[in-house]
């Protein structure tokens, strides 16, 4: 560290002229002594006086001035170390008591506070790119140059492959404008994705932190919610309705022998139990899933949706491939989505299956080509069905069962508009 001199009437103001001038004042007031002394003694004598006081003071203020300029060019190596937040380093003083000493003292207690401190940060920014990584909803860090300098996993939530491939690059690159606030150019993206934003330090320099919120999953963990309470109170409605009657019908029939009556009973009985079976499939909509996800294997599951749809003749595409889910429930999901696709009048061997593998997720794609969909925006609505028996709890249970995997169901229709196409994700474990 260059420590700069002031002046002062344009001479040199420092420490080490200060020392110097006092050495000539010194041989000065010396040489003065030894032309007073040359009156009363030989010159001899005089010059061998001054030969020694000038020696013993050059001995000792030359000690003085080493000794003082050590003190702060040790000071300045730590002081340059701190800056550099190297604080591991001391400088050791070249006294041990006095004014310099404390000043040692001092400036090494300096560096260890700062050292405690910058452990607690760096243990404090260790938690946050750790809470980052295991955090499930996308985080993506730009550095001071507005760089992508770090994300967690979930970044493929958003751009469907590792955040490592799009290291360094800018907001606009991803599609992303700062003013007024955070938000995607992407309409679609803007629409599903709230974005939060806040700073931190890293390094001396500011990072950009941004958390994307998934809008739709929680306004559909709202309706969900408010669809389990309707249900559930329809349920408890309805069950104590049937009851009384069921048990009624039973005792009619026991007692009438009429054929026409028995006939109208039983409708009513078979109409009861129909009822019945309806309230409980919707009461599996916000019953707690029991899942045991385990690696399968994608073309053994193709088997058997062909031995369930023989009629169907379903065709495969990039087997083989594993998948990470529970049997039983994906089977139910897949049973749904196909036979939506029959039910669609898709014509035999149109009904695909469409397996593909990434680093963080799996994809299902059922396609068919049927009639399309109807009404897109009612998809996943309860009780709602665009066939003429159908009760509209297929697709909501479909997606229910998916999102209880961690995964996500969507449904839209082809670009030509002939069909429609199911797209499950389904996470794969790191």
Same mark, same amino acid.
């Given at each position: 560290m260059r420590w700069q001199t002031e002046t002062q009437g344009g001479r040199p103001d420092s420490l080490e002229h200060r020392l110097k001038t006092a050495i000539f004042a010194c041989l000065l007031i010396q040489l003065t002594c030894c032309g007073l002394l040359l009156t009363v003694l030989p010159a001899w004598q005089v010059l061998l006086l001054a030969l020694l006081v000038g020696t013993l003071l050059y001995v000792l203020f030359s000690g003085i001035y080493r000794h003082t300029? +050590? /003190?702060? &060019?040790?000071?300045?190596? !730590?002081?340059?170390?701190?800056?550099?937040?190297?604080?591991?380093? =001391?400088?050791?003083?070249?006294?041990?008591?006095?004014?310099?000493?404390?000043?040692?003292?001092?400036?090494?207690?300096?560096?260890?506070?700062?050292?405690?401190?910058?452990?607690?940060y760096d243990q404090q920014l260790f938690v946050l790119y750790r809470l980052i990584d295991q955090l499930n909803?996308?985080?993506?860090?730009?550095?001071?140059?507005?760089?992508?300098?770090?994300?967690?996993a979930a970044f493929a939530q958003l751009f469907d492959r590792p955040w490592q491939s799009l290291r360094h690059a800018s907001p606009t690159l991803l599609g992303l404008i700062q003013e007024p606030e955070w938000h995607f150019s992407d309409h679609q993206k803007a629409q599903r994705w709230q974005i939060r934003h806040s700073r931190f330090v890293d390094g001396g320099q500011g990072q950009q932190l941004l958390v994307?919120?998934?809008?739709? +999953? /929680?306004? &559909?963990?709202?309706?969900? !919610?408010?669809?389990?309470?309707?249900?559930?109170?329809?349920?408890? =409605?309805?069950r104590n309705s049937l009851t009384p009657v069921s048990a009624l019908t039973q005792n009619l029939l026991e007692k009438h022998s009429g054929e026409r009556d028995r006939q109208a009973l039983e409708l009513i009985g078979e109409r009861c139990q129909h009822l019945q079976d309806f309230v409980d499939r919707y009461a599996a909509l916000h019953k707690p899933l029991h899942i045991q996800s385990e690696w399968l294997d994608a073309g053994a599951l193709f088997q058997r949706m062909t031995a369930l749809f023989p009629e169907a003749s379903l065709r495969a595409e990039g087997l083989p491939q594993r998948l990470f889910a529970d049997a039983a429930l994906l089977l139910q999901v897949l049973i749904n989505l196909v036979k939506n696709a029959v039910e669609a009048d898709s014509p035999d061997g149109t009904i695909e299956l469409v397996f593909r593998e990434g680093d963080r997720f799996s994809e299902i794609r059922v396609r068919d080509r049927g009639h399309g969909i109807a009404n897109p925006d009612n998809l996943f609505v309860p009780f709602y069905s665009t066939k003429a028996h159908g009760q509209g709890i297929g697709l909501s249970l479909s997606r229910h069962i998916i999102e209880q995997l961690g995964g996500q169901l969507g449904l839209a229709g082809t670009a030509d508009g002939d069909g429609a196409c199911a797209t499950i994700?389904?996470?794969?474990p790191q």
């Open positions: 300029i +050590s /003190a702060f &060019r040790r000071a300045g190596v !730590q002081l340059d170390a701190l800056h550099n937040e190297d604080y591991n380093l =001391e400088a050791r003083p070249p006294f041990t008591t006095g004014r310099v000493a404390e000043f040692h003292r001092q400036l090494n207690a300096l560096g260890d506070t700062l050292r405690r401190n910058k452990s607690h909803t996308p985080i993506l860090v730009f550095d001071h140059r507005l760089q992508l300098s770090y994300a967690n994307f919120i998934d809008i739709h +999953s /929680a306004l &559909r963990e709202s309706q969900l !919610q408010a669809w389990q309470k309707l249900i559930r109170v329809l349920s408890h =409605e309805i994700l389904l996470p794969r």
